[in-house]
């Protein structure tokens, strides 16, 4: 599967804790992405990388939000003490650089909070 | 800011019929336009792109989407529509900067046998 991939696909966790979701992007793309989903509505923008570099944080990102991307491979989304409103669908995706490539998206992580 | 409206919350065609879902866009400079489908438990997927040339763009599973500068539109459509149609449709726009996707918030497609 040359794909975008999540880890893990479902995560429930108590209001509190903190949790780690992971992104493998397709092989020879350099950007990656992460969104965040509530049920109705379209994806919602979180923050960016090119190679390992993040570029851009929306301001939806709170300081308990983090994302990393080491290696300029796979990428981390961990968010410390969840809260009730965290739950959502988290998705990540990639894409070639240039102005006009569109993203693919992995399947996502569905976060329940607890 | 870079935004689209998708006016529609839901739309129901029946099997066979044409059906058009619509985008309206409002951006500084060249849009760059896509439509993207969820189907349930499955990531979204990328339908068809708009950044230059024809007004008319085709796309997977046989949808098109004509690009209207002047009305600021971009609907997406297909001929005869199918029950596996039946989706949540997303329209987007490039954000500026040219990285990150500007999403609607969607129209879910109800096709009926």
């Known amino acids: 599967d040359t794909g975008v991939s999540q880890d893990p696909r479902h995560k429930i966790t108590k209001r509190g804790q903190n949790v780690t979701f992971r992104c493998d992007p397709i092989?020879?793309?350099?950007?990656l992405y992460w969104y965040r989903q509530t049920l109705g509505q379209g994806p919602e923008f979180l923050t960016y990388f090119q190679n390992e570099a993040q570029l851009e944080k929306s301001r939806l990102l709170s300081d308990r939000f983090s994302a990393e991307r080491p290696k300029g491979s796979f990428s981390t989304l961990e968010i410390q003490r969840t809260e009730q409103g965290d739950s959502a669908m988290y998705l990540c995706a990639s894409s070639k650089g240039g102005m006009n490539t569109e993203a693919f998206f992995g399947q996502g992580t569905r976060l329940t909070v607890v | 800011a870079q935004s689209v409206a998708q006016p529609e919350d839901q739309v129901n065609v029946a099997e066979g019929n044409p059906l058009t879902v619509k985008c309206t866009y409002s951006v500084s400079g060249n849009p760059y336009l896509f439509w993207y489908v969820q189907y349930p438990n499955r990531g979204l997927q990328f339908l068809l792109k708009y950044i230059t040339g024809d007004n008319l763009v085709k796309g997977s599973y046989g949808f098109e989407a004509e690009f209207n500068k002047s009305q600021t539109s971009f609907h997406l459509k297909k001929p005869s529509a199918l029950v596996s149609d039946s989706a949540l449709y997303f329209c987007a726009v490039l954000g500026t900067g040219g990285f990150k996707t500007i999403f609607g918030a969607g129209t879910r497609l109800f096709v009926k046998a």
């Open positions: 092989s020879e793309h350099n950007r």
